[in-house]
């Protein structure tokens, strides 16, 4: 008899690459479906960032209590930072609940299955250590997209922004063996991959806890690997963004024009509060000096509006901030407590009105910006990587630049999905840009 799982996941790379491992790791014995009846495992991969990743994760997990009435075998497990921070707590609310699973222990999913179906209790596996050492684990060719992956370098993080919850979830910082890393991405290069994405919560401390790596000489290695056509990373800290992480935009060809950078606010006093360890000048001289090695560096950010204790004047430095770097793209969020982190014992809470007032009028802003810089593609001929058919079904294409834009592009019957190809820019929207293959 065919046994069935449905993983569905919530929240960052770091969790789509972890699904795709408990995916090959429950594989031989379950295979996938996206019909939520026929599974025999349901595993909800989830996030606590913020508190509305949170509601979505446990309004999916109310939804499959019905289920389980149905189907009293299911295994329902909880993945991700929720399970980490609930652990056991989670039955009280969730009692269909099988299986609480940390970040820590995706490993061991397949047994504590076998577990639950053989002693018919619920099983939490949330220990966290700093000895956890990530294990080699090369990924599965056959699942998975056919030309670009994730590739974890790093868990955790130590930074301790006062605002989130990541630290206690995920742990302190956790790199992984280089060897390993360059084995996972030769294993994926050799077999028809050109593109990966090195993640990690904060990528650019990679190999602090190691010290015998160091994050830019993990890039240059992993530009020696021969067939490797992009690197990509996320998530990088400003503090931790050195002038070698600069260079290698100047030196390493497969490096794509493009970096996240999150600043989260504009003014000082909120950013000390929020312990982000930069100021507002260091963070602009840095973008100024990463612009000396790579010109045409696509920035892009994330800000949190209503910081317990931002004032107007706070929030008006955030918004000259937009206008002093113009990022190309910036994801927004009004602030919300989480549990554990220190802010939500802060005094001064902006009032909820005040926030959605100030992610709008930030939104807005952001998506002039956006328009307008996107207006200065119009006329230029990019080189892309084709992903397939553009979604609106216009019979157009879809491709990426490696500044990570999309666009959407007409003038050929055929493509074949990871093929580079030349396409002239002729219009901007704001979440894509529109052109046609340029004839040779
Ligand atoms: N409230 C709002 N946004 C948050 N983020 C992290 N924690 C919170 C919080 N408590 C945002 C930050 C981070 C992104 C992934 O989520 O902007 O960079
Ligand atoms: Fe959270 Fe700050 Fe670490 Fe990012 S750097 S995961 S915001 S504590």
């Known amino acids: 008899m065919n046994l069935y799982s449905y993983i569905e996941t919530f929240g960052c790379q770091m969790n789509e690459r972890d699904s795709e491992i408990m995916a090959q790791l429950i594989g031989d014995a379950y295979s996938p479906t996206r019909s939520l009846s026929k599974a025999d495992v349901v595993v909800v991969n989830t996030c606590s960032i913020r508190e509305k990743a949170e509601q979505k994760a446990f309004s999916m997990l109310g939804r499959l209590r019905k289920l389980k009435k149905k189907n009293p075998s299911m295994v329902i497990a909880v993945a991700g930072c929720v399970a980490q921070q609930e652990g056991r707590n989670i039955r009280k609310r969730m009692p269909h609940v099988d299986i609480v699973i940390g970040p820590q222990n995706l490993y061991r999913l397949p047994e504590l299955i076998a577990d639950v179906k053989r002693d018919n209790e619920t099983k939490v596996k949330t220990d966290i250590s700093p000895e956890f050492v990530i294990p080699p684990f090369l990924p599965s060719i056959k699942a998975g997209h056919p030309f670009k992956r994730f590739v974890t370098i790093m868990q955790g993080c130590n930074n301790f922004c006062t605002y989130c919850v990541v630290p206690y ?48 000489d993990l890039l240059r290695a992993v530009a020696g690997i021969t067939g490797i056509e992009r690197i990509r990373f996320t998530t990088s800290h400003p503090k931790d963004l050195s002038e070698d992480l600069m ?59 209503g910081f317990p204790g931002e004032t107007d004047e706070d929030f008006d430095q955030t918004m000259q901030l937009l206008e002093t770097v113009r990022y190309h793209g910036a994801y927004s969020f ?62 157009r294409w879809c491709g990426r630049t490696d500044t990570n834009h999309i666009v959407n592009f007409t003038g050929a019957d055929t493509l074949q999905p990871g093929r580079t190809v030349q396409v002239v820019i002729e219009e901007a929207c704001l979440n894509s840009l529109r052109g046609r293959l340029k004839k040779h």
């Open 247 to 305: 260079r290698c935009f100047a030196e390493i060809d497969a490096l794509c024009s493009h970096i996240h950078l999150p600043v989260q606010a504009g003014s000082n006093s909120v950013l000390k509060r929020m312990n982000r360890k930069y100021t507002l000048e260091s963070y602009l001289d840095k973008i100024s000096k990463l612009k000396t090695f790579c010109p045409d560096i696509v920035i892009t950010t994330d800000i949190i509006v």
């Open 334 to 395: 009004k602030y919300s407590d989480r549990p554990q982190a220190p802010s939500c014992d802060f005094s001064d809470k902006v009032p909820e009105d005040v926030k959605s007032a100030r992610l709008h009028l930030l939104q807005s802003r952001q998506e002039e910006i956006t328009v307008e810089r996107h207006n200065e593609f119009i006329g230029r001929t990019m080189p892309l990587v084709v992903e397939g058919r553009s979604k609106s079904s216009d019979g």
């Open 169 to 216: 979830t995920r742990g302190r910082e956790i790199s992984r063996d280089p060897a390993d890393i360059i084995d996972e991405i030769t294993h994926l290069v050799q077999n028809g991959i050109r593109e990966v994405t090195l993640i990690g919560q904060n990528v650019n401390s990679y190999g602090l806890d190691r010290k015998n790596a160091t994050f830019p």
